[in-house]
């Protein structure tokens, strides 16, 4: 596997992907994740389990085009990977700094990769499957949004979109997941998708709150897929202008 900080592709080399995720099967809870169009920007998700008890997953934004990012994204996996199995694999660690120390490693990858500055919003989580509890970092993405019997709540952005300043950091707090909570992220090409009649109007946090309140409780393939297919409908016949992505946590015991 490449090092830190040498993993920049060289121009004349083949294109590259991230390699596809697999999510793995989490004892008590569903996890999964949807995606619409063409892969034309920088939409990236992935998921490792990190611990006999831990799976790590992450939703990020590269901004600009695929055909141009792809090394960063490549590099952001291989960093997410590498690390959060090195930072969460132990049983006694302090979970808060674990996610603090993996978003500043994969922050200063994308700043070397990119050879200057990529804005990147990333919303990176660690479940615990014993403790039913999740630990975040939110950075500069669209609200988390947790489905709970109380409603739901926005798990808001802690700090700047990675990319931007080598030691930039975000908070990484933690949340207890009762039974049947669910947790959806989505890009920012859902919220920000406008209406067939070109009006202007978004779908919206407004709209993906909806679909949410109203998805089956145990799916989070099904959570992925209706909120997705809801933004079709909106968008009616509109060309897709940017990847729309959907992850889904959701605690099934």
């Given amino acids: 596997m490449r090092s830190l900080f040498h993993s920049r592709v060289p121009d004349a080399a083949p294109a590259v992907e991230p390699v596809p995720t697999i999510f793995p099967k989490i004892e008590g809870a569903d996890i999964a994740a949807v995606f619409t169009g063409k892969r034309v920007a920088g939409d990236f998700y992935d998921s490792i389990r990190v611990s006999p008890e831990r799976v790590l997953f992450g939703l990020l934004d590269v901004a600009g085009r695929r055909e141009d990012n792809r090394g960063i994204l490549v590099a952001a996996q291989e960093i997410f990977r ?121 779908f919206g946090l407004a709209g993906v709150s909806h679909v949410l309140l109203a998805a089956p409780p145990s799916s989070a393939a099904v959570l992925c897929t209706s909120v997705l297919k809801a933004v079709g409908e909106y968008r009616g016949q509109s060309p897709l202008c940017d990847d729309q992505t959907a992850l889904a946590l959701v605690r099934t015991a």
Avoid: W
């Fill in 82 to 202: 590498t690390f959060g199995v090195a930072l969460f694999s132990r049983p006694d660690i302090n979970e808060s700094e674990a996610m603090t120390e993996l978003s500043l490693r994969i922050n200063r990858a994308l700043i070397e990769t990119s050879s200057g500055v990529v804005s990147c919003p990333a919303f990176i989580g660690c479940y615990h499957e014993k403790f039913g509890t999740l630990c975040y970092t939110n950075a500069g993405h669209t609200p988390g949004l947790l489905r709970d019997s109380n409603g739901i709540a926005q798990l808001s952005s802690g700090g700047l979109p990675l990319g931007l300043f080598s030691h930039a950091t975000s908070d990484a707090p933690t949340v207890g997941l009762e039974n049947g909570v669910a947790l959806l992220l989505v890009s920012r090409g859902v919220v920000t998708c406008e209406g067939r009649h070109q009006s202007g109007e978004e």
